[in-house]
């Protein structure tokens, strides 16, 4: 596979993982809840729902946030894409929230119990920029 078609096939499958999440907008957040296959007990907490949309875009997750944020490759804030994960909390030590970059600043997350998974402008959020940590784009199988 040549360069160019390696960009355009994580591209792709970045937009497949967006899409995927996107998808799960409403459904409740369930701490543990969500694997590849899609909600368990009957929502995602927010490691789950990436685990869950980058599993439809060919990529393996381990469900924890703090070890998402080593399963790819680092990327700038600059240079987000549809599909990246965006990390965010836990000072010095692991990640605490992960979400899966939609566009144009937003996200799309599962936030916490008595929520559902919802998109935000994090780009926008005071209380979200403040706590992010850096992002990551998962690498396929």
Do not use: N
């Amino acid at each position: 596979m040549s360069s160019r078609e390696r960009i355009m096939s994580l591209s792709l499958r970045g937009q497949i993982a967006a899409t995927t999440a996107l998808r799960q907008v409403g459904k409740p957040y369930v701490w543990g809840g969500g694997s590849s296959a899609g909600p368990t007990g009957g929502g995602f907490d927010c490691s789950g729902l990436t685990l869950h949309a980058w599993a439809k875009a060919g990529a393996r997750l381990t469900h924890y946030t703090g070890t998402q944020f080593r399963q790819g490759r680092r990327v700038p804030f600059s240079q987000l894409r549809p599909g990246d994960l965006v990390f965010f909390g836990g000072g010095t030590g692991d990640p605490t929230h992960v979400g899966i970059y939609v566009k144009d600043g937003v996200m799309v997350h599962a936030p916490k119990t008595g929520d559902v998974v919802r998109t935000i402008d994090f780009a926008a959020s005071p209380y979200y920029l403040s706590r992010y940590r850096g992002a990551i784009r998962p690498t396929p199988r």
